[in-house]
């Protein structure tokens, strides 16, 4: 079945960097693109990121863009999310999801999750 | 495209109906939107895609509708498992947005 397992979240000074990583298992890697979504302490969801298929293409909301990157490893069947230049509204549960169509341009539903990584960003 | 998910919260009993809105302020060309449901301490799992189409897995008290701008997300004989957050979710254009979600509890 299709699983998605996060990890590398931490607690991070305001301003410094941290990489979550997301490794897939149970469906094609090579045909599938990957988001990243947050959710801050109580509070809903936020879109943050889309990494296509083949990785030609990342798109990235505005209130990372600049300061955050994904990218994949298809070796390892893995996705990172560089976050550089924290910030505490930062703080939250990112997950990865996998896009629910086969080989998207531009993304679209989110058909599996991960449970999550933890990044606190903190002084 | 900002989504406005009504009401905030909503208390039912089981066997009732429940009727979630999800307006959006602008068009979702293609009927582009997605619901999923988050339980506390869970990831959120997709119920509904397409505006209409059911997700693998998902019972058939789940239903959706609309066009436009306006989205609905019926569940028919509420159960007690069925108490959790909705959130509505627009792909079609740029940035994807989620609405700020709905609270069901089931009395």
């Known amino acids: 079945q299709v699983q998605l397992v996060e990890s590398g979240g931490g607690v991070v000074q305001p301003g410094g960097s941290l990489t979550i990583s997301c490794v897939v298992s149970?469906?094609?890697?090579?045909?599938?693109?990957v988001h990243w979504v947050r959710q801050a302490p109580g509070k809903g969801l936020e879109w943050a990121t889309f990494?296509?298929?083949?990785?030609?293409?990342?798109y990235y909301a505005e209130s990372v863009k600049g300061r955050f990157t994904t990218s994949r490893d298809t070796s390892r069947r893995t996705v990172h999310l560089q976050m550089d230049g924290l910030r505490s509204e930062d703080t939250g549960i990112y997950y990865c999801?996998?896009?629910?169509?086969?080989?998207?341009?531009?993304?679209?539903?989110?058909?599996?999750w991960g449970q999550g990584t933890l990044v606190i960003v903190s002084s | 495209i900002v989504l406005t998910q009504s009401p905030d919260s909503l208390s039912l009993s089981p066997g009732e109906r429940a009727t979630l809105s999800c307006r959006a302020s602008?068009?979702?060309?293609?009927?582009?939107l997605a619901w999923y449901q988050q339980k506390p301490g869970q990831a959120p799992r997709l119920l509904i895609y397409?505006?209409?189409s059911r997700a693998t897995g998902i019972p058939d008290r789940f239903s959706g509708s609309g066009s436009g701008t306006d989205f609905t997300l019926t569940i028919s004989r509420l159960e007690p498992e069925d108490s959790a957050m909705y959130y509505c979710?627009?792909?079609?254009?740029?940035?994807?947005?989620f609405g700020q979600g709905t609270r069901l509890e089931i009395k």
């Open positions: 999801a996998k896009d629910g169509e086969r080989r998207s341009h531009y993304g679209r539903w989110l058909d599996g």
């Open positions: 149970g469906f094609n890697f090579n045909d599938y693109g």
């Open positions: 990494i296509r298929y083949d990785g030609s293409n990342k």
């Open positions: 602008q068009t979702v060309s293609v009927y582009f």
């Open positions: 397409d505006a209409s």
């Open positions: 979710h627009q792909y079609a254009s740029a940035p994807k947005t």
